[in-house]
């Protein structure tokens, strides 16, 4: 079974530049999780997916932070502009329904924003 | 919302000891508490996990305890390993307002452990 994927790996931008992740999850799985790693910190999430409407974005910045699963498939997560604060790991994770199963993780994009 | 605390940040073992790491929560509404593994440059991978009904779980050399009524969790790792060494996570989850649970994880800060060989 293919795992979840992420793309880029890494990513340095300057400061007020737009940035843009993706993901694709495990196939059938429902439920799809953005979350946001700072350096010596566990992860925080910004936003939950089921299928294509958003559970949660309590925690999403949304002055700056977009995200959109169109088509309950793949999705994407947008930083415009970027601050410094923004440097962090970008993990994406999907789960089967509902959030009652286990929550896989990809491999996650490294920001650096300088 | 929940807040979960984890101790210690860092644990330095020799190979074959046990570790012990501790995580509290807040929400005594909090039904799930896995606890997951990351090592340099991947997520994070689930190794056990426990639920609210249960007090404890083991699979081989990783268990985890539960106390509902302290809030508190514990994960035990015995006969430890050089490749045991990693950054764990605690989690717990959640419920939304209304009762309907839909996975949010809270994760500790995590902790830093090194098994010298």
């Known amino acids: 079974e293919a795992g979840v994927a992420q793309s880029p790996r890494y990513k340095i931008i300057e400061k007020r530049q737009s940035v843009a992740f993706w993901c694709n999850p495990i196939s059938g799985h429902a439920t799809l999780y953005w979350y946001q790693q700072i350096l010596g910190q566990g992860p925080k999430l910004l936003i939950q997916?089921?299928?294509?409407?958003?559970?949660?974005d309590s925690q999403l910045p949304k002055d700056r932070f977009s995200a959109e699963r169109l088509k309950g498939v793949d999705s994407t997560l947008k930083i415009q502009p970027a601050k410094l604060e923004d440097s962090a790991v970008y993990l994406c994770?999907?789960?089967?329904?509902?959030?009652?199963?286990?929550?896989?993780f990809g491999p996650g994009t490294r920001l650096t924003v300088t | 919302g929940e807040n979960v605390e984890q101790h210690p940040s860092t644990l330095s073992v020799q190979e074959g000891d046990s570790a012990v790491i501790k995580c509290t929560y807040s929400?005594?509404?909090?039904?799930?508490f896995p606890w997951y593994k990351q090592e340099l440059g991947k997520g994070p991978q689930l190794i056990i996990d426990i639920r609210s009904n249960v007090g404890e779980k083991k699979d081989q050399r990783i268990a985890v305890t539960l106390n509902k009524t302290a809030k508190h969790f514990s994960l035990h790792i015995t006969e430890t390993q050089p490749e045991d060494s990693a950054v764990y996570f605690c989690?717990?989850?959640?419920?939304?307002?209304?009762?309907?649970?839909?996975?949010?994880?809270?994760f500790g800060q995590g902790t830093i452990l090194t098994v010298h060989p």
């Open positions: 929400d005594s509404a909090s039904n799930y």
């Open positions: 994770a999907s789960s089967e329904a509902g959030g009652t199963y286990e929550q896989y």
């Open positions: 989690a717990a989850r959640s419920r939304h307002a209304g009762g309907t649970s839909y996975g949010k994880l809270t």
């Open positions: 997916f089921q299928n294509n409407g958003v559970v949660d």
